[in-house]
């Protein structure tokens, strides 16, 4: 897959992301721990029961970028408790 912009419906964006989509739905910043943005990650569709679309690309920097932090944080801890 290349890294330029690709908008695909959930279960397309799913598949190709590697969740579930249920995951990748809970992730939209519209949920308490969303990470997700509308319109930089995913657009709705224009109605309650079109497809939402997801910019594959930016999801997966934004994960990529996720998983860094969720390391870098537990490398941290681990340090911290080294310390006591």
């Given amino acids: ?7 695909l419906k ?7 992301l590697g969740v579930s989509q249920w995951y990748l ?7 308490e721990d969303g990470f997700l943005k509308e319109r930089e990650h995913y657009i709705l569709g224009a109605s ?3 497809a ?5 690309s930016a999801i ?5 970028n996720r ?4 390391r ?5 801890l681990k340090e911290a408790k080294k310390g006591n």
């Fill in 10 to 16: 959930t279960s397309e964006a799913a598949y190709h």
């Fill in 67 to 70: 998983g860094k932090l969720i």
């Fill in 25 to 31: 739905k809970q992730c939209r910043d519209c949920y």
């Fill in 72 to 76: 870098a944080g537990e490398q941290a």
């Fill in 48 to 50: 309650r029961t079109a």
């Fill in 60 to 64: 997966l920097d934004t994960l990529h």
């Fill in 1 to 7: 897959m290349s890294t330029e912009e690709r908008w």
């Fill in 52 to 56: 939402i679309r997801w910019n594959i």
